[in-house]
């Protein structure tokens, strides 16, 4: 009987025995199957990744010149420090050295290294690196095989400030970007275009990059080359801009604000534009220092804003070309038609005070637009009354965007009674349409727009496709045709001929006199700027226009 339980015993100790090796076979059946079944592809990775490295290599960007050939935009190479971690490494050491041997403040490179990101993806930790930096870490290269020296183009403007806010400026792609279908295929780090033809033509710019394959060791050092592909630049693209007039019209401001523009009057090229003070993009190319951001966001004369497209100002006195053309397509005057001006006018109860206070007499349009007489204009703007003359303005382009090839172009403004009764819920006052009728009041337009209207004067009639941009990648690119407003041949050379006096007759332009050359033009004044400040010209040559 005790022989009997003393086998019972042994052999419930026996299957447990069993049971436990079924388990434990069980188990690592379990862990075989996870391994080679469902986290294959991981674990292979993390395997081809302890030997096989790729590295990308940045593409250059494509070259952006003027007209002629002259570089605005190229390449240039430099180095750059990067580190790539493995799942395993640790950061904290990493980062006490490198803060060590860069001079750069730990806690920065301990939270570029800490973003999210996959196994061996490469982290730029100081782009900017000097040859004492290269030097010291290739001398490190065993001790710290995840930090290592790559050569990248970095983007330079050799015209420095000049056209800056036409070309544009570059920095790494921001996490807002990332999140939009533009960049849905650009890895953290990238260099894209952030403003001007930079970002507007970045995808035309940005070329592809190439990459090696590299063997290495269970230390990371590169034993051997596996695969080579070469990275392809981005296409060129060349501006209609003249450097040599742009450098001119550039020195003419000097320090002063302002903005200047420039048109081939038949086709809309943008010879020129100037918005001052401008910005040095080369401060950009390898990421900025904040100081110097905060600087230029700071500043009360705004840098970084491109006046030429971007600021709205009243036309004043230039608004008077429109009123002019509105007049005589209306056969409400003609050439000859004269105006008494004693230096005010009295209209809806209300006195208007003229630009000379002594008055100009009798004039008619020629002397009118010459000597900017406001009566004139006070009396003939009346007469054509607020949607006659809203239509001529968008006739010109005005109130609208131009289409101009660079981003964030404002509209300006043409008011009328519709849209202030949509913005103030009011009606619209006659009084009103006397303050538009020279220019002020809420009328608001860019420099760009008035370029483009006295491009009108100059072509014969015709509303032109302003752009900064001829060809991308070699290809030329096309735009909208100049487009006939209609005007008569009389009513376009009544114009000219007062623009024509304004300059050479002792008008209000005279200042743009230029002997052995045919100037016309007109001189606006807003009361926007101080009275030191007033003269605003835009000329155009009166025979055979070639610059608006």
């Not at 990371?220 to 070469?230: K, N, R, Y």
């Not at 804003?305 to 230039?318: C, D, E, K, M, T």
């Not at 131009?402 to 819920?425: Q, T, Y």
């Amino acid at each position: 009987m005790k022989i009997y339980e003393d086998l019972r015993s042994a052999q419930r100790r026996l299957d447990g025995l069993q049971n436990g090796l079924l388990v434990l076979v069980a188990l690592l059946l379990l862990q075989f199957w996870l391994l080679q079944g469902v986290n294959s592809k991981r674990y292979r990775d993390l395997a081809e990744n302890n030997r096989i490295r790729t590295l990308s290599i940045a593409a250059p960007r494509g070259t952006l010149t003027d007209r002629n050939g002259h570089i605005l935009a190229e390449n240039k190479p430099a180095f750059k420090i990067v580190v790539t971690m493995g799942p395993s490494g640790s950061i904290e050491n990493i980062s006490r050295a490198l803060a060590s041997l860069l001079k750069i403040d730990e806690g920065e490179i301990r939270q570029k290294l800490s973003k999210p990101r996959a196994p061996y993806q490469p982290v730029t930790i100081k782009p900017k690196a000097t040859f004492e930096d290269v030097a010291a870490v290739e001398a490190r290269h065993l001790e710290m095989p995840e930090v290592s020296v790559e050569v990248v183009p970095v983007r330079s403007y050799p015209q420095a400030q000049s056209a800056s806010h036409v070309v544009g400026r570059v920095g790494e792609v921001t996490d807002r970007q990332l999140k939009q279908p533009a960049f849905a295929d650009f890895e953290p780090g990238r260099v894209v275009g952030q403003s001007g033809l930079e970002a507007l033509y970045n995808e035309d710019l940005t070329g592809t990059d190439g990459l090696r394959r590299v063997v290495v060791n269970s230390r990371g050092v590169e034993v051997a080359l596996s695969e080579d592909q070469p990275a392809r630049a981005g296409g060129a693209v060349e501006l209609t801009l003249s450097a040599e007039l742009q450098a001119a019209m550039e020195e003419a401001f000097k320090s002063r604000a302002g903005s200047a523009v420039a048109l081939d009057p038949y086709t809309g090229e943008v010879l020129g534009l100037v918005s001052s003070p401008g910005f040095d993009p080369n401060s950009f190319s390898s990421g900025i220092e904040r100081s110097l951001w905060e600087s230029l966001t700071r500043d009360p004369e705004t840098p970084l804003f491109n006046r030429a497209v971007q600021g709205q100002y009243a036309p004043g006195s230039l608004f008077k070309v429109v009123v002019a053309a509105a007049g005589l397509e209306e056969g409400l005057i003609t050439p000859d038609t004269t105006v008494f001006c004693p230096g005010y006018a009295s209209i809806y109860g209300h006195v208007f005070k003229c630009n000379r206070p002594a008055g100009h007499g009798v004039v008619s349009l020629g002397r009118a637009l010459g000597e900017s007489c406001n009566v004139f204009f006070y009396l003939l703007g009346a007469r054509l009354e607020i949607q006659r003359l809203a239509s001529y303005a968008r006739k010109f382009g005005l109130g609208g965007v131009s289409g101009v090839d660079l981003p964030n172009e404002a509209p300006g403004l043409i008011p009328d009674p519709a849209w202030k009764e949509r913005l103030f819920k009011a009606p619209w006052y006659p009084g009103e349409t006397i303050s538009v009728s020279i220019g002020q009041g809420q009328v608001l337009a860019t420099p760009l727009q008035m370029a483009r209207m006295m491009a009108v004067i100059a072509n014969g009639g015709r509303l032109v496709q302003p752009h900064v941009v001829r060809l991308v990648a070699g290809k030329p690119v096309s735009y909208g045709q100049p487009r006939s407003l209609g005007f008569r041949p009389s009513t376009l050379a009544a114009i000219r001929n007062g623009l024509f006096m304004a300059v050479n007759s002792g008008g209000s332009a005279q200042r743009a006199h230029i002997a052995d050359l045919v100037v016309a033009g007109k001189t606006g004044s807003a009361q926007v700027v101080s009275s030191s400040r007033l003269k605003k010209d835009i000329d155009t040559p009166l025979d055979d226009p070639r610059i608006a």
